[in-house]
Nanobody, 115 residues
Framework: QVQFAESGGGLVQPGGSLRLSCIAS????????MGWHRQAPWKRRELVAV???????VYGDSVKGRFTISRDGAKNTVSLQMNNLKPEDTAVYYC?????????WGQGTQVTVSS
């Protein structure tokens, strides 16, 4: 069974940076896509960033220019560098990956942006 180990969340002040990392296990081949979504209290889960096996990234509008996604396809790891964080970035961030048209999700890591 595919599982994810997420790390890097925490508390940061506005304007600060965090780096999230995610490692997938239980799979012997490269995922077709990996990415991050987030969900704030009382809001729907939304796309943060996703990157294909070919390395093409797609970003949610609210994070363009501030967040950068990267992956190591051979190792099924994905990272999210988050800069210039804002209070509205506060949410639980979920790693996910796609294999054979099935999407698998991590447990999530909390990111809180507050002074």
């Amino acid at each position: 069974q595919v599982q994810f180990a997420e790390s890097g969340g925490g508390l940061v002040q506005p304007g600060g940076s965090l780096r999230l990392s995610c490692i997938a296990s239980g799979i012997s081949r490269s995922m077709s896509a990996m990415g991050w979504h987030r969900q704030a209290p009382w809001k729907r889960r939304e796309l943060v960033a996703v990157i294909s096996s070919g390395g093409s990234p797609v970003y949610g509008d609210s994070v363009k220019g501030r967040f950068t996604i990267s992956r190591d396809g051979a190792k099924n790891t994905v990272s999210l560098q988050m800069n210039n964080l804002k209070p509205e970035d506060t949410a639980v961030y979920y790693c996910n990956g796609v294999v054979d048209l099935l999407t698998f999700w991590g447990q999530g890591t909390q990111v809180t942006v507050s002074s």
